[in-house]
């Protein structure tokens, strides 16, 4: 039998204030999971109604008040559910989950990093440069087929952002952030299905910062949110889309929902 599945991650920065464009595309693009980052709701508030208003029955939500905040949102059933503390300090910024299939979804939200590429002047800079250091490790002991999703805040490639000159110097392009994600991709030999799809250097962005009077005209984007897989589930994705248009909905965030179809 086979079994098709479309799993979509969206930083949605705040999922109660725009409930209305999780709502629309949930209804215009219907992915069978819809994964979260930045939720910024504790769990007892997360509006768990009107989203299974839609058929979304499968709810798992790791949130903290105001920041943070990861969920996944399904139409098919979940279980084994896991929230692993890559940032060791109780932050809610990872959800897991099994799939019927065995396949293991993994929902991750990496820290930004603040302004300064420099872990002695910045500590939070630090901080997510141990994240990725974690997840490594963690890669590195995988045995389950897994798919990794999420807002990673690391545009690794030079067409992964908008001028790559410009961004030597700037947190989410720094040469040690590359160097970093690329360790962790290594580790497990994840398969990066954004670039599969949409090879470099053709442009693929998903994230375009709320500065911009017109984030369209400007297009200074770049590519912080990815979609891996272990190399025999990459075997099963059939399409990746990334959702442009979304950024200029009503209220929008200032990242773009990323699509990976599969055929099992």
């Known amino acids: 039998m086979t079994d098709t599945l479309k799993i979509a991650s969206w930083n949605i920065n705040s999922v109660r204030f725009r409930m209305p464009i999780v709502e629309r595309f949930l209804t215009e693009e219907a992915?069978?999971?819809l994964c979260l980052q930045e939720t910024k709701v504790i769990d007892a508030d997360f509006p768990h109604a009107p989203i299974r208003a839609l058929g979304y029955d499968h709810i798992i939500v790791n949130g903290q008040r105001m920041h943070h905040g990861v969920a996944i949102l399904s139409k098919v059933p979940l279980v084994a559910d896991d929230r692993f503390d890559w940032?060791?300090?109780?932050?809610?910024?990872?959800?897991?989950?099994?799939?019927?299939?065995?396949?293991r979804l993994e929902n991750v939200y990496v820290p930004a990093g603040g302004d300064v590429p420099d872990r002695e002047v910045n500590p939070k800079f630090g901080q997510k440069l141990d994240f990725l250091e974690r997840m490594t490790r963690w890669s590195e002991g995988l045995d389950?087929?897994?798919?990794?999703v999420g807002d990673f805040n690391v545009a690794?490639?030079?067409?992964?952002?908008?001028?790559h000159k410009q961004l030597l110097d700037v947190v989410s392009h720094t040469p040690i952030e590359v160097d970093t994600l690329g360790k962790l991709q290594a580790a497990h030999d994840w398969v990066d299905l954004g670039r599969h799809f949409i090879p470099p250097p053709e442009r693929c962005f998903t994230w375009w910062?709320?500065?911009?009077k017109d984030w369209a005209a400007s297009?200074?984007?770049r590519r912080l949110d990815h979609m891996w897989a272990s190399p025999e589930v990459a075997k099963a994705a059939t399409a990746h889309t990334v959702h442009e248009p979304c950024r200029s909905w009503l209220?929008?965030?200032d990242h773009v929902p990323i699509v990976t179809e599969f055929t099992f």
Do not use: C, F, M
């Open 144 to 148: 389950v087929p897994t798919i990794l």
């Open 251 to 253: 209220k929008p965030s």
């Open 156 to 163: 690794p490639l030079e067409s992964d952002v908008w001028s």
């Open 31 to 33: 992915p069978d999971i």
């Open 87 to 103: 940032q060791a300090n109780g932050e809610a910024r990872h959800v897991g989950v099994r799939l019927a299939n065995g396949v």
């Open 219 to 221: 297009d200074r984007g």
């Open 209 to 212: 910062s709320y500065r911009a």
